[in-house]
Antibody
Framework: EVQLVQSGAEVKEPGESLKISCKTSGYSFNTYYVGWVRQTPGKGLECLGIIYPGDSETIYSPSFQGQVTISADKSISTVYLQWTSLEASDTAIYYC???????????????WGKGTTVTVSS | QSVLTQPPSVSAAPGQKVTISCSGSSSNIANNYVSWYQQLPGTAPKLLIYDNDERPSGIPDRFSGSKSGTSVTLDITGLQTGDEADYYCGTWDSSLNTWVFGGGTKLTVL
């Protein structure tokens, strides 16, 4: 069974750093992209970016380029989403999802993690 | 605003049919495959339709998708109260070089 298990909720202050995780199992980690998706009440779902663990190719959404870092550790089949300096506007639920499809044009997200709630407040 | 446009809400009575639309452009829907996601309250999104009109195993045939040009539609027949959820369309945008989603449609089963 394919599973994506995300780390627990975080409460941080503005300016702090944070790294959340998404541990995968049940499939060949190196051969599927994994994506990060943000959900905020006002903006619905937004994709931050996707990573291909096999060669660490990472594609960031233009809106999030330079704002976050996506990485992967093949030894433990885990993908990460990292911030160096959080802002209140980063408050959201963050989901990871496995991306299926040979080419970007036919990608879809078939299995999702349960989400990590990040709250940034002073 | 989202790159893909969906109606904010739709409603229908139990047993009826509802159609949710999603419109985009030549850089996304027209030339790429679209998927649909169902998000029940307090849960993560769940894949409902992929490759425009394919259902994953376990998804009932009450749910169907179609595509025409720069738009796609999700049809839900035989509505049940358990179908009350937010529904999102998503696809790759070849100009932005990223995944894009619609703003979501809240389905109310009256």
């Amino acid at each position: 069974e394919v599973q994506l298990v995300q780390s627990g909720a975080e409460v941080k202050e503005p300016g702090e750093s944070l790294k959340i995780s998404c541990k995968t199992s049940g499939y060949s980690f190196n051969t599927y992209y994994v994506g990060w998706v943000r959900q905020t009440p006002g903006k619905g779902l937004e994709c931050l970016g996707i990573i291909y663990p096999g060669d660490s190719e990472t594609i960031y959404s233009p809106s999030f380029q330079g704002q976050v870092t996506i990485s992967a550790d093949k030894s433990i089949s885990t993908v990460y989403l990292q911030w160096t300096s959080l802002e209140a506007s980063d408050t959201a639920i963050y989901y990871c999802a496995r991306v299926v499809g040979i080419r970007h044009e036919n990608h879809y997200m078939d299995v999702w993690g349960k989400g990590t709630t990040v709250t940034v407040s002073s | 605003q989202s790159v893909l446009t969906q109606p904010p809400s739709v409603s229908a009575a139990p047993g009826q049919k509802v159609t949710i639309s999603c419109s985009g452009s030549s850089s996304n829907i027209a030339n790429n495959y679209v998927s649909w996601y169902q998000q029940l309250p307090g849960t993560a999104p769940k894949l409902l339709i992929y490759d425009n009109d394919e259902r994953p195993s376990g998804i009932p045939d009450r749910f169907s998708g179609s595509k025409s040009g720069t738009s796609v539609t999700l049809d839900i027949t035989g509505l049940q109260t358990g179908d009350e959820a937010d529904y999102y369309c998503g696809t790759w945008d070849s100009s932005l070089n990223t995944w894009v989603f619609g703003g979501g449609t809240k389905l109310t089963v009256l």
